[in-house]
DNA sequence: TTATTTACTGGAAACGTTTGCGTAAATAAA
DNA sequence: TTTATTTACGCAAACGTTTCCAGTAAATAA
């Protein structure tokens, strides 16, 4: 091991204290300007590099966010990531992930250790198999700030940035209806999922304003798992030969759904015609090409970072609640076409 | 702020001293079992979770590898992450990721960071500009192991996973040649990525081997902007006409040629056959199909992530060079059908 | 009975940083 | 001149762990 240059081998090397090379790089006012200039410049020639972790034990502060998501092999969750980067670098933050992969014991686990102020802050999506939320709450109590996007937990008061989910499931369903559809299957990944249920409320609310009954039948939970999903999907519209309109809440169970078709033979959109939330960029090359509702993803990773970094920054460890609702858009294509 | 539980904390509250607390909590044999009851239960109860700053700064280990790559919105990449996640969790080690969105003047700025101590590993794909080395010399020389996966830099003497890049290349471009392909076109994003290097000389190799000229103007350099890619892939085949395949050595090119064909309304194989290396789960979905050739992302995320925690375990902090290098699989579809 | 081992436990140093406080010299004010 | 103030720096404590080094008491061996 080469004697790793740290602050008391560049004291000694300048004949100065600790204290004094510390404040040096700090730029601290109490310390001259030609000695800073003797420190900066041997500290620059040895490739002086702070031990990020004592600093972070004396200051308290890790200089650090969490980011706890589902899955990163996903697109709305990687554009995600993509605008948090972007905000924590300015702010020279890092960015530690975790991955729930939906599952509610990993997501107990993880939290367990980010009590530990490993981080500063906390960017969540929930699982979508959490009901209880005690885990959260001693987070809360640990004095981390948590903002929640996308997969808010409804639960714990915070700040949270969403799109706006009821009215995207509204149009969405409004839109298969206007292209002709009479009885359109809602596919979404987990009933007790705020998002989940508010999109759910947008396509009921849209049926009824059809004068459509909302037939319970109709509505399908899918999981993780996507061959099972196709299958699922397979099933239904096997069971129900009438339906030929599918909403599709996330991006997975759109694809389920084109693969389902393609095994039963019906074609997209003359017989079936489908919507799906997607951040797909190639949902235009797609056979036939996607209709999709696409949330601002990139945005919603960036805006929830800033949200968060203000409030680490400014030692704020408990947010006040507070909501941020960005606007989806739909991508009319040849899916829905008439 | 309530009195933060630590070891002196739960020392008081036992009456014993802050040593035996912790000896306790790591199941040491010298303290007897009835003790070890007796912390364990309070620590439970009072939810204590170790400092993790502390404890690294003490045992010089962060159980923290980073993770280094140019984009996380892409489906390799992706990929990879799940499987260095996977490992990593196994291991009870934490993932830091840094993006360099291909950004040399990034990287060497991460890499600086880097070599404050904050993590015990480092796992790597190099940015595509990268020239310059000495930004993972000076990691080397700070004793952090460094496993390179994918694009690796072959200046460093490392472990490296890579995929038979070589012989994918060979193989996607005989591909096109047998499916009757004359003037086949090369799509990479730069030139001085090894394996950009690797793929292009299977590329010339199936060339010549199939007995036509290598020609440089049909080899064409893609950088981030997809915009741009599907401009210049326009321009490629405007400027060539009798281009009629297209080997794309990263996803995004392919994309980029789909719509470059869409625009010049090229027909899809008809006119223009197209093979990409891809990791699109829906390949098969695209419009027409679309024939991959598909690396195991997530095995070269875990077989990377392995090496790199069994040299960290073991404290080996300058790895043994060695190349694994797994096999990439070849979907034929029908963008390359006759 | 004495010597030696064994089983627990505690004191204190160390990791590298930041920072409150003290102080000497230099400067300004009285 | 004396007295305040400023400037520039050092000492040492603190952050919460881990671990070396002893130390005590009981158990075993001689």
Redesign the interface.
Known sequence: ??PAVNLKSLAQALNLSIATVSRALQDSHEVSPQTKERVRALAAEL?Y??????S??RRNL?K?IGVVIP?????FF??A??GI?EVARQHDF??????THDDYAREVAIA??L????IDGLLMSVASGSQDFAHLH?LQ?N?LPIVFFDRVCEEVSTAKVTTNDYESGFRATQHLLEAGCRHVAHLLVSGNLSIGRSRMQGYAAALQAHGLPYDEDLVLSGGND?ERNATLIKELLERRPEIDGIFASVEHLA?GS??AC?RLGRSIPEQVKIIGFSN???AA?????LTTITQPAYDIGREAAVILLRAVTRKKSVLPAQSLMLESELFARASTAR
């Open positions: 091991m080469p490739n590099q702070p031990n990020a972790y004592a972070s034990l890790s650090t899955e990163v092999n996903n697109h990687s554009l990531i993509n980067e890092h960015v530690i992930i975790y991955l367990q250790y009590t530990g102020g490993r001693k109590e004095k996507q694809i084109y693969h393609q797909l960029e190639i090359l797609l056979n036939p090409a």
